[in-house]
């Protein structure tokens, strides 16, 4: 098998996706795990009813043990977010934010949820009129426009250079930017206008985006604003591979007892497919996805 | 009717089929490349069961036909608007759950 290839490909570092990692590699199969720890909600939090655990435990501690007992078992950690995904001949093709290309046979969700919206005025009544959440959808209404790229990570610095294709100039409002180093050259080369000092205080436009207010003072006169909030999550992810969404929110991902989506081959486990947001519910369901993601990888690697 | 299923349409027979209607119209401004119009396109399919003998429920693929989302200044798809008597009566964008749109088309019921 080469290096890019792998029978199970988990998208997300949190406890689900550790707990899958563990119980996938546990079976005899090649398991890959890509995202940073800080994405997971649990990164930040003190868990005090994690059963079995007496003492508050730091959620960060959790996170690198679980690496480690995944480690252990042979999985493989690539530490870089996802930024697209594909399905073809029975394979899943993932595309890392520095752009390297590997192959799954089965792929677990386990990128969590994370906020999307930026919460500031002229956001909730411009959207669609200027104000979008997805770069890979709506790049194409912006063709010699000017455009500001709002977020500090993977989506929003990938989405940037996607924009250069369309735009006539990009802004990437990042303070905190938190990519890979590859990705930040990338984005340096580029002729995308990076403003690391400020952060979005208000949208302006009438009838449409007219400009974007930033915390320091400055106006940036631009016809849209991108929000690409944190990494790429499930409707960025998944949606484009045909998953079913719950009914009731369109947030979340459906899956049945076996943690399969609609999709063959695709699984998703932890907050991403709904509440409650418990670190026993996320390994739980991780668990059951990384044995039957295992399962379907041998099963397919067969025929 | 209700057996055509969503209704495809374009820059040029979007006048006749959905603005000279008799019936209102729910149009997805959608494209191929966009996951969150994948996500949507079975809740349209479902409402067209329910709704459409009253409603037309129509698609128009952003990517082969230009001028109609032009025309209604769309800038981010999924959009979806409700037209009536050739006007539009409303619009939502984005992949909103399917009581949020079932409730957004029994406005023209």
């Known amino acids: 098998m080469p290096q890019d290839a792998c029978d199970v490909a988990i998208i997300g570092r949190g406890p689900g996706g550790l707990q899958a990692a563990i119980h996938a590699a546990g079976k005899k199969v090649k398991v890959i795990v890509f995202g940073r720890p800080e994405r997971s909600s649990l990164y930040k939090a003190h868990v005090a009813n994690f059963c079995c655990f007496e003492e508050i435990v730091s959620g960060k501690q959790l996170l690198e043990a679980g690496k480690r007992q995944a480690e252990s078992f042979d999985s493989v950690f690539v530490e870089q977010d996802i930024i697209e995904t594909k399905s073809e001949n029975n394979r899943f093709r993932l595309v890392t934010e520095n752009g390297e290309t590997f192959s799954a046979i089965a792929v677990i969700l386990a990128m969590g949820i994370a906020r999307k919206k930026l919460r500031v005025k002229g956001e909730k009544e411009l959207l669609g009129r200027g104000v979008s959440y997805c770069v890979d959808c709506d790049a194409n209404f912006y063709r010699g426009m000017d455009v500001a790229v709002v977020g500090n990570e993977s989506a929003a610095a990938a989405g940037a250079l996607t924009l250069l294709g369309y735009a006539k100039k990009v802004y990437l409002v990042c303070p905190k930017l938190t990519i890979t180093d590859l990705l930040h050259e990338q984005l340096n080369h580029s002729d995308v206008k990076i403003i690391r000092d400020a952060w979005v205080k208000e949208i302006r436009g009438g009838t449409e985006v007219e400009a974007v207010l930033l915390t320091d003072g400055d106006v940036l006169k631009v016809n849209g604003v991108f929000v690409e909030l944190g990494a790429k999550g499930a409707m960025e992810l998944a949606a484009n591979l045909g998953v079913v969404f719950d009914a009731e929110t369109f947030s979340f991902i459906e899956t049945n007892k076996k943690q399969e989506t609609n999709i063959p081959g695709l699984y998703a486990a932890g907050d991403i497919t709904g509440q409650p947001w418990q670190i026993a519910k996320a390994v739980g369901e991780g668990c059951v996805a990384g044995m039957e993601a295992a399962k379907y990888a041998k099963r397919l690697a067969r025929s | ?109």
Not at chain 2, 8 to 26: M, T
Not at chain 2, 86 to 99: C, E, L
């Open chain 2, 1 to 109: 009717m209700a057996e055509q299923g969503v209704l495809d349409v374009n820059d040029g027979n979007f006048e006749s089929e959905i603005l000279k209607a008799d019936k209102p119209a729910l149009v997805d401004f959608w494209a191929p490349w966009c996951g969150p119009c994948k996500a949507i396109a079975p809740v349209m399919e479902e409402l067209e069961e329910t709704y459409g003998e009253s409603i037309i429920f129509a698609r128009c693929n952003v990517d082969n036909s230009p001028n109609t989302p032009a025309q209604y200044s769309i800038r981010a798809i999924p959009t979806l608007i409700l037209f009536q008597n050739g006007k539009v009566a409303d619009q939502v964008v984005g992949a909103v759950p399917k009581s949020h749109l079932e409730a957004f088309v029994k406005k023209v019921l």
